[in-house]
């Protein structure tokens, strides 16, 4: 691991700048992920800047009667508030479907949004990415992709984003706070968050420099069923194939977000009228899809999924 200097933030405000200060600074957290990719060198930083105790970890109401959620807010904090389980549970689901209880006691709310790829060529140091090193070629174009993308990739990068509490909030509608270095901050809608791949995979975010996450926030609930389904090659521990975060309404409107299918969490049109078919949704939501022969399966795994949710008696309405 290359040698860093460190330093603990008091406030968010104290946050973005003491990482304007060093050049090659980040954020760190739960390091849940960072860690792991300073140990590989995959990440460098120069200098880290702690942000663990600059508040930003409760869930409130909303005036308008949805959630704000702090960006430290850990995952299984956010997975067991009573709120989220009546309210959002397509949330809670998916964010218990994720890792071990371990790591979701430390990884937080902004850093789960900002994981990197699990794509194996970007964690090969000795393969070429583009996403770890611009310029360089992606192994995975033409290399072994069962667990890549099959929608909105590029010729430069078929990597799929991992999180699955992305996806449940992309079914959801949730926007992102920040805070920018000058101190303004603004609101991103989920679905404008993640940049496509184009030729600059390694632009994952329209995050500028030194910009911080704040918050992510929820509008009032969604009635009706909620679910998430997550299908990989094994049960424990291990990052989706192919996942489907859905709420079908009361009055049989569905909306559908899928995760494991592209650079970020993959929804279309999100809502779709009562009674449309799974087919139907399935072939919308994929449109374009351009699988390699070895994950060409993911396109029938996600009919079969829609299927099985939708023709499943409801379980849960609130």
Known sequence: ???????????????????????????????????????????TPAHLVDINGIGLDDVTRTPEGGLRIGALVRNSDLASHPDVRRDYAVLSLALLSGASGQLRNRATTGGNLLQRTRCPYFYDVNQACNKRLPGSGCAAVGGYSRQLAVVGASVDCIATHPSDMAVALRVLQATIETM???????????????????????RETVLDEGELITGVVLPPPIGGRHVYRKLRDRASYAFALISVAAIIEH????RVALGGVAHKPW??????????????IAHQLLEGANPTPHNAFKVDLVRRTLASILSAPAVRAS
């Not at 920018?180 to 390694?202: A, E, K, Q, W």
């Not at 049109?269 to 009562?274: D, G, K, Q, V």
């Open 267 to 280: 929804a279309g049109p999100l809502r779709w009228r009562a009674g449309q078919s799974p087919m139907s």
């Open 180 to 202: 920018r270095v000058d101190g303004t901050s603004r609101t991103i809608p989920l679905d404008d968050f993640y940049l496509p791949p184009g030729n600059t995979p390694h």
């Open 1 to 43: 691991m290359k040698q860093f200097t460190y330093e603990r933030a008091t406030s968010p405000a104290d946050a973005v700048a003491k990482l304007a200060r060093v050049k090659g600074s980040r954020f760190i957290a739960g390091g849940t992920n960072l860690l792991d990719l300073m140990k590989l060198r995959i990440a």
């Open 251 to 254: 009055d049989g409107a569905v």
